[in-house]
């Protein structure tokens, strides 16, 4: 039977792997993004008709903005049936030193990449529990174990997900919803205003962290696998 997956930031990146990947295994997938042309452009990539009807379907949300949040989340339900999946993939990285680093920019961070998640599960639980279980996966980042310069919000934003993750995983465990967080190392998706060819001859690929998410979907009801870890297997030497 089909799974009923949400992704957000799925229109780019590492979100928008994911939901390809979930839609080539046969799943049902609703992306979204913070813009109608960003989810419409998204929608074609994908061969996809904008009214809904085919396999992806997208819709605007910011996941800063909780009543977005929440009607997208319902949105998705009465548009699909349910909720199986969600898939946290939203984030903004914004690289500067902390006495240059902008309120707005700050607070664009933490919201996105911290606040967004809560947002997001708290409107998803519900429904996943109503089913009768399903997954929450987030995506945080390596960075989180190993801060950089430059990067103290992004950073920062990441361990809080990283913790926020593992509590919620011990909450929801008994009512059969599974939680996990991935880390991926350097991905080439021209994250933070880098060029996306940037370092492929040796960084991940989204690709990489969609197949993580594959194989996580597919472990024994029995085993969970809480937190992964991906690294490129050949980095750079710098």
């Known amino acids: 039977m089909p799974?009923?997956?949400?992704?957000?930031?799925?229109?780019?990146?590492?979100?928008f792997a994911i939901a390809s990947a979930l839609r080539d295994v046969g799943d049902q997938v609703v992306i979204t993004g913070t813009s109608d042309d960003s989810v419409r452009q998204a929608l074609?990539?994908?061969?996809?008709?904008?009214?809904?009807?085919?396999?992806?379907?997208?819709?605007?949300?910011?996941?800063r903005e909780p009543a977005m949040v929440e009607r997208a989340v319902r949105g998705a339900v009465a548009q699909r049936g349910g909720l199986d999946v969600l898939v946290n993939s939203a984030g903004v990285g914004i690289g500067a030193p902390i006495d240059a680093l902008s309120l707005e920019d700050w607070q664009r961070i933490i919201d996105t990449n911290l606040s967004g998640v809560f947002y997001c599960c708290?409107?998803?639980?519900?429904?996943?529990?109503?089913?009768?279980?399903?997954?929450?996966?987030?995506?945080?980042?390596?960075?989180?174990?190993?801060?950089?310069?430059?990067?103290?919000?992004?950073c920062a934003s990441k361990a809080g997900l990283n913790a926020f993750t593992e509590a919620l995983m011990q909450e929801v465990r008994h009512d059969n919803i599974r939680v996990s967080v991935v880390l991926p190392g350097s991905v080439a998706t021209g994250f933070s205003g880098r060029p996306a060819t940037a370092g492929s001859d040796w960084k991940l690929q989204p690709e990489d962290v969609a197949q993580v998410v594959i194989d996580l979907l597919r472990h024994p009801a029995r085993s969970l696998p809480s937190r992964v870890e991906l690294r490129p297997s050949r980095p750079h030497k710098g």
């Open 122 to 154: 708290k409107a998803a639980i519900p429904h996943l529990r109503q089913r009768g279980g399903g997954w929450i996966i987030n995506i945080s980042s390596l960075s989180s174990t190993v801060p950089f310069i430059g990067g103290a919000a992004y």
């Open 3 to 15: 799974r009923i997956a949400l992704i957000t930031g799925g229109t780019r990146g590492i979100g």
């Open 44 to 63: 074609e990539a994908f061969g996809e008709k904008t009214d809904g009807s085919g396999a992806v379907s997208g819709t605007v949300c910011d996941v």
